[in-house]
């Protein structure tokens, strides 16, 4: 049986092969025909978020991209763990701030028209044809927040759950979760190693020193640290079997140090 290296126990054995893994490094990215598309549980939870433009694209990307967008299995699990709870959160967070900010938008154009503090229609007082658009604006905005009022009291919870039910539709029919780590003693592996690197890392930058290089996940501070480094590993698995390069789609650019 063949030895499973890890991201921590891997090197390189010989010049050539550091040579061969640099000019890859450079053109893996030259054919899209190459390309496998593996979405992170962040990107596949941000569905859940978009509006009925950026969901239709999505689903022509998916389209066109047929047999070629994966998620591995712990993406699939940490997706299941989490669907629910953050698509009933986008539901309920994307309506106040859809209102939230329609309002803010009404407030700019009463303050345009009417602000008796600081009364813009007296700087356009020689400008009729401008005045006049500011009002229409102004009345305009009135008969659509009469509007805004009714569509968010049509809002029910069948219109959320109904759209739920079609991200799942379109992520359970189109992405591939199937790859895994070959044994599952690697999991556990996996996991020892994480630890024994993220600890060592912690104490480094506690003590403001920058020896180990940075690894899937070493920036992360919530229960399930050990995410990223498996996925990462699984990825591996996947592009050695296809014998493809890889491009993880992630909605992830607020971590402490970023990506892999």
Known sequence: MTEFKTLNTFQPESAKQVYDALTAAKTAFDKEDDYLYVLDTNALLKTYSFDSDSFNKLKKFIKSHKGKIFATHTVEIEYIRNRETVSNSYAVVSKKKFVEAFNKIGDTIESLYSDPGFNYSYLMK????????????????????????????????D??????????????????????????SQYSLLEKEFAELHNKYKDERKNNKKITPNFPGCGEANSQKDGDYIIFHEMIELAKAQGKNIMLLTNDVAKELGRW
Do not use: P
Request: charged content about 35%; aromatic content about 6%.
């Open 159 to 184: 219109n959320a759950d109904a759209f739920k039910l079609e991200c799942l539709e379109l992520i359970v029919n189109n992405i591939d979760f199937s790859t895994k780590l070959t044994d599952e």
């Open 126 to 157: 020689d400008n009729k044809d401008l005045s006049e658009k500011i009002k229409g604006l102004h009345d305009n905005y009135k008969k659509v927040s009469n509007d805004v009022v009714n569509y968010e009291k049509s809002l029910s919870k």
